[in-house]
């Protein structure tokens, strides 16, 4: 993470308050943001295997993007039965495209156009009905979720540069240290236990609550960093983008917020 | 599909009564029988690409295989926010344990696995609930729509090597004409008119059903059969597995089905 330093603090400085003033607006401005936040990161995502001669289909993945961001933004309610239909006629049309693109590598660019979808609309778009969740509550998870993720991020490199010794992931990413992903998973921790403390109303955590949201953005969300970090390797890319100077891209930016987001707003319904 | 004709008339001609006849048997015969078929089809898939180094989970593939057929079986009621749910923590789990096998091709791994499930399980999968919908018409549907593929693929292969002239994708399965095409569409409109006469009472068909599920069964499944081949040319492999001689294994003789059968149940549920 190292490499991405000083650019990724400075965006964090106007960043972070710029997107916790829009969880705060909410509504459109809110889903508007998570939208192109989406698609640029599956721009990202569908340009990263083009070395290897993978090309998805934009046009029909940025499109099964926008309807699950059209469904999680209208809480729209349908059947398993009507989903899974949905998902197999649309499995069914990538194909179909596909086979009359007569391109190489069909398995790889269907798959990684539907992956597409799956890796980033329907994970980070989950943002949208946990923001709206319910009034205050919504507004809180998200910022505190927002505000784990980004503080782990950045203490896990501060930890990393003082102490980083043990390599935890080394064939992925090989500045990755255990020392790092402490202090990252200490610093989710910290940024929970502020919610729970009250001086935050209206967002009632148990000490569980902290210890397994702690768990999914400081430890989930460094695992998510770390998958991201082991395809841009394999496709022998550095930086998945380049629409954020010195970040890497939008979908650097967000591949801790992939399985934090999601994993989170599940935990928030089931416990 | 000449090459494949003389095993494939001899399995069809035993294999087509033994499975009108576990249709009819319904229940957990039926359900085994696809259970079976789903997983020798996923292992051929999961196989086919191995000669590029493609080596998705087997173990998590095909649980997650039978997870969706006892969701099936069980007509399992969940909603959607928890088959969203459902889905991504498997998603989540499939990566996680690919990053810790630490091959080449981690997307590749990834997406296969899970695309095996959606490709194979979810859509032969769906014959179980539809032979189960409701007692006489789920037999009947069940039945037919087998038929007409079956019979679809037979007619195309006699009228391709009659009159077959013109083809029809050539880059994918050099030996698919139009003229055969159209015998095996032809094949299976008679095939949905029968059941329709009413000789074969119970299942009651309008035309605008028969047109329907003919399409279905005797375009889209064509459709269906050169997508697999064209999966198998790109892989550089001519047959997907050789469990039935001649065959070219379980996955290439469902390879219409997989089209066919979700999307006529799909059709039956919204007609």
């Given at each position: 993470m190292a490499e991405k330093g000083k650019g990724r603090t400075l965006i964090n400085f106007i960043g972070i308050p710029a997107i916790l003033a829009l969880i705060w607006a909410g509504g459109v401005y809110f889903a508007l943001f998570i939208g192109i936040a989406v698609l640029l990161a599956m721009n990202d995502f569908y340009n990263l295997y083009a070395g290897k001669g993978y090309f998805p289909s934009k046009i029909l993945g940025m499109g099964g993007g926008i309807l699950v961001l059209i469904f999680y933004n209208f809480n729209l309610e349908i059947s398993s039965p009507e989903l899974i239909g949905s998902i197999l006629v649309f499995t069914f049309l990538t194909m179909f495209s596909e086979l009359f693109r007569k391109r190489d590598h069909f398995l790889e660019n269907v798959t990684m156009t539907l992956f597409g979808i799956l890796y980033i609309s329907v994970s980070l778009g989950s943002l949208i009905p946990m923001r709206e969740a319910d009034t205050a509550n919504g507004t809180l998870l998200t910022s505190a979720v927002i505000l784990a993720v980004w503080f782990c991020d950045s203490a896990a490199m501060g930890a990393g540069m003082l102490w980083g010794k043990t390599k935890i992931v080394p064939w992925a990413s090989?500045?990755?240290?255990v020392q790092g992903s402490l202090g990252g998973l200490a610093a989710s921790f910290c940024v929970y236990t502020i919610f729970k403390s009250?001086?935050?109303?209206?967002l009632a955590l148990s000490w569980t609550d902290v210890a397994v949201l702690s768990l999914i953005a400081g430890f989930l969300g460094q695992i998510g960093d770390f998958m991201e970090s082991w395809m841009k390797r394999q496709a022998g890319v550095?930086?998945?983008?380049?629409?954020l100077m010195g970040h890497g891209g939008v979908l650097d930016r967000f591949d801790s917020m992939i399985f934090a987001a999601p994993l989170s707003y599940v935990y928030f319904l089931i416990r």
């Open positions: 090989p500045k990755k240290s009250g001086n935050i109303g209206g550095k930086d998945s983008g380049s629409f």
